[in-house]
């Protein structure tokens, strides 16, 4: 099962990574019209899968997911807005604290044992994320920024324990479904009175939100279905080593000793959390 799980979500962080790429270049739309498309495009491909293979679109655990679309659509909004007052970089590294909400809920909420080393190994990788992304390009963080990026991964880590909560009771599309549901209406009427047409190449990029995001949301929704909240989270890390892939290839970056100090540090907290768990 762990290994199962560490495979979905390293689909998931792939496909978050491009989603943030597209999100950074539509500087010319609302957070709540990128919003509407993001979910829009999921739902073309969660609708069909449901009515194909005859799975209720109601699901079970009806009150628990709607609590996990609005946890989940208050978390992105806050980051697809934040990216707007900060550097990309700094509202990603924000996010990542998202694991460490996640790990203090599932302590108290599902009561889930945390040994405490692994709170060591949490420090690692968070320290990785710092020195990676957080503070090399910004010489100034803007206060709201860092704010609704906080505010992100607060809501994130409750995305996590409310997935937990609904276990295997729900098919895992059935639960993406219901946070694009959700997205696609609270995200269209706010977006009514700010809306910008798309012209061109423009349609492409916001319809493509879908399907990466349709994507990442489903195989990090399979991850936390069958691995525990604790050792699945962390692994979120692997976005920020997949964009420094990414800006190496395509974009020509450069990257400073720093920045290969950061990969060094996150892989090594996650490997030695995965390891320790194993035991």
Do not use: C
Not at 35 to 55: E, M, W
């Amino acid at each position: 099962m762990l290994k199962k799980a560490i495979q979905y979500m390293v689909i998931s962080a792939l496909a978050f990574t491009f989603l943030n790429v597209f999100v950074k270049s539509l500087n010319n739309f609302s957070v709540y019209q990128i919003v509407f498309f993001r979910a829009l495009g999921s739902l073309f491909f969660t609708i069909p899968y449901l009515l194909k293979n005859k799975i209720s679109l109601l699901g079970n655990k009806r009150g628990l997911m709607i609590m996990r679309s609005i946890v989940g659509l208050i978390s992105m909004s806050a980051f697809f807005l934040s990216i707007k007052y900060i550097a990309m970089g700094t509202a990603v590294s924000l996010r990542y604290i998202a694991p460490i909400f996640a790990t203090i809920f599932a302590l108290f909420v599902l009561k889930e044992k945390i040994r405490p080393v692994q709170w060591l190994f949490f420090g690692i990788a968070f320290t990785g994320v710092l020195i990676l992304k957080g503070f090399d390009d910004d010489t100034e963080i803007q206060f709201l920024g860092v704010i609704l990026a906080l505010t992100s991964a607060v809501f994130a880590g409750l995305v996590y324990i409310f997935i937990r909560k609904i276990g295997s009771a729900d098919h895992p599309v059935v639960i993406v479904n219901y946070f694009m549901m959700v997205s696609v209406i609270i995200g269209g009427l706010l977006s009514i009175k700010n809306w910008v047409h798309p012209v061109g190449k423009e349609w492409l990029v916001l319809m493509s939100l879908g399907v990466f995001g349709y994507f990442a949301q489903l195989y990090m929704t399979k991850a936390m279905q069958v691995g525990e909240t604790n050792q699945i989270a962390p692994l979120k890390y692997l976005e920020v080593i997949f964009t420094i892939l990414i800006g190496l290839i395509w974009f020509k970056e450069v990257y400073t000793l720093w920045s290969l100090l950061g990969v060094v540090l996150i892989v090594l907290g996650l490997t030695l959390n995965v390891l320790t768990k194993k035991k």
